[in-house]
């Protein structure tokens, strides 16, 4: 089973606007860390914004923020005023704590494509 | 300053032969990674390195090798090039449990 699922495969939005870009996941762990990562056109990878399980705020970071509901399983990552250079590819990556290595699992990634 | 930082970008050889990436990171990290990006933009840990530790995906072919001379240092030698073997193969390095991993650029690796 995955353990990391976007099921958006790609998106357009329009330059200003908001869009949110899906993530569940799964796992048994109680602590666990999820994490977003830019990869523009470019190819190099860019973290973005981390939410742990115990955490008890949606994390932000700029425009970007989490919407985070543990229970769902669910991190969405949602990007405010949407901005031309934000066209890319996103992660959905997850750690567990149980995980040795420290190694993160990935999703299958979300196109967004912003439209002037 | 480059944080992580990878040698070659861009990688092109003939199947059968070893071919080594090299990888630096100034951050002071004590946690290295490998990671695999096939064609479809998936990816997937390779391997992971910590004070001498290293743990490795199971499905990783042993024809893979990482090698560590220091602490800022995790090059991936790889035997036996085959096709399948093409991808973008990115470096990473974090610190402490959170593991928020930084990446270098990756390398484009093409086997024919």
């Known amino acids: 089973a995955q353990k990391i699922t976007q099921t958006q495969p790609g998106m357009f939005v329009q330059e200003k606007e908001a869009v949110t870009l899906d993530c569940t996941y799964d796992?048994?762990?109680?602590?666990?860390?999820l994490f977003w990562y830019k990869q523009p056109s470019s190819g190099e990878m860019i973290f973005l914004i981390y939410?742990?399980?115990?955490?008890?705020q949606n994390a932000t970071e700029g425009r970007y923020s989490l919407n985070f509901q543990k229970a769902r399983k669910s991190a969405n990552l949602v990007i405010s005023a949407s901005q031309l250079g934000d066209s890319a590819m996103y992660f959905c990556?997850?750690?567990?704590?149980?995980?040795?290595?420290?190694?993160?699992?990935f999703g299958g990634g979300t196109r967004l494509m912003v439209k002037p | 300053d480059t944080a992580v930082s990878q040698t070659p970008k861009y990688l092109v050889t003939q199947m059968g032969n070893d071919k080594s990436i090299k990888c630096e990171q100034n951050l002071g990290h004590d946690t290295m990674y490998w990671y695999k990006q096939d064609s479809k933009k998936f990816l997937k840990i390779m391997f992971s390195y910590n004070n001498k530790e290293l743990i490795i995906n199971e499905t990783v072919p042993n024809r893979f090798s990482p090698k560590s001379p220091d602490k800022a240092h995790l090059n991936l030698h790889i035997n036996s090039l085959e096709l399948g073997d093409s991808a973008v193969y990115f470096c990473?390095?974090?610190?402490?449990?959170?593991?928020?991993?930084?990446f270098g650029p990756g390398t484009r690796l093409t086997v024919l």
């Open positions: 796992t048994s762990d109680q602590s666990y860390g």
């Open positions: 939410q742990g399980s115990y955490d008890e």
């Open positions: 990556a997850m750690r567990e704590v149980n995980n040795a290595g420290n190694m993160l699992t």
């Open positions: 990473a390095s974090s610190q402490g449990y959170r593991g928020e991993q930084f």
